[in-house]
């Protein structure tokens, strides 16, 4: 099981703390290829894109109007956390429902 997120994140964390064994990727220092970002993009479309970020908030029309896959590989902060890839299963944040299929 792979959690992708940033370290700095709370909500990573506590996914983190109730999923030991999971190994973190950190995709502020290790930026996430476009195969990755077009295969988490297809599972969950615009909800990959955390429109409720600081950083979504410090940019201009034009660049929220830029290809969804652009600005995450721009500003891999605007993923949606954590982003959970259980043996090929993806799961994205870490509500109630993602926490019953994966505890």
């Known amino acids: 099981m792979r959690l992708y997120g940033i370290k ?28 990755a970002l077009e295969r988490f993009h297809a599972a969950f479309g615009d909800a990959l894109l955390n429109t409720r970020s600081t ?28 982003v959970i890839d259980d043996d090929g299963t993806l799961h994205l944040g870490w509500g109630k429902d993602v926490q019953a299929a994966l505890l």
């Open 55 to 82: 950083t979504w908030r410090g940019l201009d029309a034009a660049e929220r109007a830029r290809d969804p896959l652009d600005l995450l590989e721009a500003h891999p902060t605007l993923m949606k956390r954590p």
């Open 8 to 35: 700095s994140c709370d909500t990573c964390r506590k996914a983190l703390k109730a999923l030991p064994n999971a190994a973190f990727v950190d995709v502020r220092e290790t930026p996430l290829p476009r195969p």
